[in-house]
């Protein structure tokens, strides 16, 4: 489990984020984080080779890393955990200065997590930035939906 400290380091320190495997329906996770990360004053980078050239979060969608432009700081990758090795593979290999492999929720990969150890890059797995975010810099409500508390008033 990454400390608070990790995790508020990362999310203060990272400017950009390569999102793999984002989504422009707004209904789906991938696209609801990068969204909110955007807001948040990130720099998302959307990638997704079935939308090329869409543009989210005043950024066009791109392929792959490969096409990824400027530095990024983490990799948040929105993909099965089969999936994961290679992508990781590919952004330790193409993406200068990355400083964090995030993996969201119910996605964890060793092979990904033994990779990144060896390159000295961090690695967060099952987690969300977003929720974190939250948590950390005070967003979320007390009561209410946001913490899965529901009120019996409504």
């Known amino acids: 489990m990454p400390s608070d400290t990790l995790l508020r380091e990362i999310l203060t320190g990272a400017r950009t984020f390569a999102c793999v495997g984002v ?4 209904v789906r996770p991938s696209h609801y984080v990068a969204r909110y990360l955007s807001l948040r004053g990130f720099r998302v980078v959307p990638v997704n080779p079935g939308h090329v050239g869409t543009r989210l979060f005043g950024e066009q969608v791109v392929a792959d890393l490969a096409s990824v432009e400027g530095r990024v700081d983490v990799l ?11 992508i990781v593979e590919d952004g330790l290999a193409r993406l200068d200065g990355l400083r964090c492999v995030w993996l969201q929720i119910g996605i964890v990969s060793p092979e990904a997590e033994a990779m990144c150890r060896e390159a000295g890059v961090r690695i967060i797995q099952n987690r ?15 009561g209410g939906f946001a913490t899965g508390i529901i009120s019996s008033k409504l």
């Open 23 to 26: 989504s422009p329906n707004p």
């Open 76 to 86: 948040d990758i929105f993909r099965r955990p089969e999936a994961v090795p290679a």
């Open 128 to 142: 969300c930035p977003k929720i974190e975010y939250q948590r950390l810099f005070g967003e979320l409500r007390q």
